[in-house]
Nanobody, 127 residues
Framework: QVQLVESGGGSVQAGGSLRLSCAAS????????MAWFRQAPGKGRDGVAA????????EYADSVKGRFTISRDNAKNTLYLQMDSLKPEDTAMYYC????????????????????WGQGTQVTVSS
């Protein structure tokens, strides 16, 4: 069993920053991918950023490249997402995901690649 708990969401003005954290517990392996997804009201769940065992294995959605930074602390089993230069269109519920089955390396930003999910943390960006 894997448990994922997100924190760090909130309300900010456009141009501001937030740092999301995802604390993982249970059977976590540093070799497996972890990722951040987001879902706006009435829309599907989109991949934002994914990271493999090290920073050499990172992917970002085009919409966040240059503004968001994903990282992980394997010693603490914690995933992070530093979000800078936030825009109103970044408003969404943000979810942490863990690749329990070791398949996400094929499609790291596809939600179907992940079987373990957190409950989400809300990010609201006002103009």
């Amino acid at each position: 069993q894997v448990q994922l708990v997100e924190s760090g969401g909130g309300s900010v003005q456009a141009g501001g920053s937030l740092r999301l954290s995802c604390a993982a517990s249970g059977y976590i392996y540093s070799s497996q991918y972890m990722a951040w997804f987001r879902q706006a009201p009435g829309k599907g769940r989109d991949g934002v950023a994914a990271i493999g065992t090290s920073s050499a294995w990172i992917e970002y959605a085009d919409s966040v490249k240059g503004r968001f930074t994903i990282s992980r602390d394997n010693a603490k089993n914690t995933l992070y997402l530093q979000m800078d230069s936030l825009k109103p269109e970044d408003t969404a519920m943000y979810y942490c995901a863990y690749d329990r089955d070791g398949v996400a390396w094929r499609l790291p930003l596809q939600s179907a690649s992940y079987k373990s999910w957190g409950q989400g943390t809300q990010v609201t960006v006002s103009s």
